[in-house]
């Protein structure tokens, strides 16, 4: 199936700081689903995005999906303690590699 | 609501022993469960797609006479690890969708260890 790559792999903050992930395919997408994974705990479901263009907000998380359907986004503004673990973008049943975030407090 | 329940949480075993996880829907039916195998700071990958009533759909490089596959009811399905190998060692996570969805609710996890 087709895959989507996601970058970085990993990325280390300072409170405060944002943060953003990235998905990109070489193929259009029919929805990209985003998940948080907390370390030793299971992914959480967060958000689907469907729609071309489509931007969704959760507090200080915003959602984008590209214009193409190509690529999305994750953003976080002023990272938290709490924001730490891994970040997987997914599109049907394939992961991404995931954006392991550290934040120093 | 969506409350995806697994176990065991945690198994130790023997080499060429069979290890069975359960994975289960607790307030959801789910036609559809799905497992994946998670190794240390890697990403989830795909073993198979669990069916309802019919046999699983499995993805390419996963044994299926290995990792055994049984979704008995729409809150159930079952993952046997046959003759397992320390190769086995893993985290195995199931997720299931309520019916008429695609969100993907996840279990909390098996942690696998064949010694």
């Known amino acids: 199936g087709q895959q989507v790559m996601q970058i970085p792999q990993y990325q280390h903050v300072q409170e405060g700081e944002d943060f953003t992930t990235y998905c990109n395919s070489s193929?259009?997408?029919?929805?990209i689903q985003w998940y948080k994974q907390r370390p030793g705990g299971h992914p959480v479901f967060l958000i689907q995005l469907v729609k071309s263009g489509e931007v969704k907000k959760q507090k200080r998380l915003t959602f984008q999906f590209g214009e193409a359907k190509k690529n999305s986004s994750l953003h976080i503004t002023a990272t938290q303690t709490t924001d730490v673990g891994t970040y997987f973008c997914k599109n049907d049943m394939r992961f991404g590699a995931g954006t392991r975030l550290t934040v120093k407090p | 609501g969506a409350v995806v329940s697994q176990h065991p949480s945690r198994v130790i075993c023997k080499s060429g022993t069979s290890v069975k996880i359960e994975c289960r829907s607790l307030?959801?039916?789910?036609?559809?469960m799905f497992w994946y195998r998670q190794f240390p700071k890697q990403s989830l990958m795909l073993m198979a797609t669990?069916?309802?009533?019919?046999?699983?759909?499995?993805e390419q490089g996963v044994e299926k006479d290995k990792f055994l596959i049984n979704h008995a009811s729409l809150t159930l399905s079952t993952l046997t690890v046959t003759s397992a190998h320390p190769e086995d060692s893993s985290f195995y996570i199931c997720?299931?969708?309520?019916?008429?969805?695609?969100?993907?609710?996840f279990g909390p996890g098996t942690r696998l260890t064949v010694l």
């Open positions: 669990s069916n309802e009533g019919s046999k699983a759909t499995y």
């Open positions: 997720s299931a969708s309520p019916l008429g969805t695609d969100t993907q609710y």
């Open positions: 193929t259009t997408l029919s929805n």
């Open positions: 307030d959801f039916q789910a036609t559809t």
